[in-house]
């Protein structure tokens, strides 16, 4: 037997246990991504996730008299993040304190538009830290819920 016959024969069984496997597992699947989901919407959340306050310190235009072309905004940004949502971050230190500067939209001389953006991105940097943690989390939900509906079955088969 030539070897591409047998690497074809071996493709072939490996393609037929993954089917297989995703057949038996597709409801497990499908509660790890949405509890994956629902469990990173909440911590990228603002004020579930984590707390975030940007404060600009200053706030000057670009070009002199001509404010369609944004202002330069500096400032300080403070950010507590849950420790539950958060558990790798909060290991490290739950708070990040740290200076921005950027460029805001035209006519904001508030800087609000550099605020709100300081205040998601440091909330994006720490989530991917945290990923495996929500995968973990996914995984026991997953694979408890389906252990706890063998149980009322099989409980609920004697009873009747």
């Not at 000057?60 to 001509?66: A, C, E, N, S």
């Given at each position: 037997?030539?070897?591409?016959?047998?690497?074809?024969?071996?493709?072939?069984?490996l393609?037929?246990?993954?089917?297989?496997?995703?057949?038996?597992?597709?409801?497990?699947?499908?509660?790890?991504?949405?509890?994956?989901?629902?469990?990173?919407l909440?911590?990228?959340?603002?004020?579930?996730?984590?707390?975030?306050r940007?404060?600009?310190?200053?706030?000057?235009?670009?070009?002199?008299?001509?404010?369609?072309?944004?202002?330069?905004?500096?400032?300080?940004?403070?950010?507590?993040?849950?420790?539950?949502?958060?558990?790798?971050?909060?290991?490290?230190?739950?708070?990040?304190?740290?200076?921005?500067?950027?460029?805001?939209?035209?006519?904001?001389?508030?800087?609000?538009?550099?605020?709100?953006?300081?205040?998601?991105?440091?909330?994006?940097?720490?989530?991917?830290k945290?990923?495996?943690?929500?995968?973990?989390?996914?995984?026991?939900?997953?694979?408890?819920?389906?252990?706890?509906?063998?149980?009322?079955?099989h409980?609920?088969?004697?009873?009747?």
């Open positions: 037997m030539s070897l591409s016959i047998k690497v074809k024969k071996l493709f072939e069984a393609s037929f246990e993954v089917r297989y496997w995703f057949g038996e597992n597709w409801k497990k699947l499908l509660v790890v991504s949405l509890s994956f989901v629902a469990l990173s909440v911590a990228i959340t603002q004020g579930i996730g984590y707390q975030a940007a404060d600009v310190t200053s706030s000057k235009l670009m070009v002199r008299d001509h404010p369609c072309l944004g202002y330069f905004v500096t400032g300080n940004l403070t950010c507590n993040f849950n420790p539950f949502l958060y558990p790798v971050t909060h290991i490290f230190g739950y708070e990040t304190n740290l200076t921005f500067a950027g460029v805001s939209d035209p006519y904001d001389s508030r800087g609000n538009s550099v605020k709100d953006s300081m205040e998601i991105s440091v909330a994006f940097r720490e989530f991917p945290n990923v495996p943690y929500y995968l973990a989390i996914s995984l026991a939900v997953a694979f408890g819920s389906s252990k706890l509906i063998k149980r009322f079955r409980a609920s088969k004697r009873s009747s």
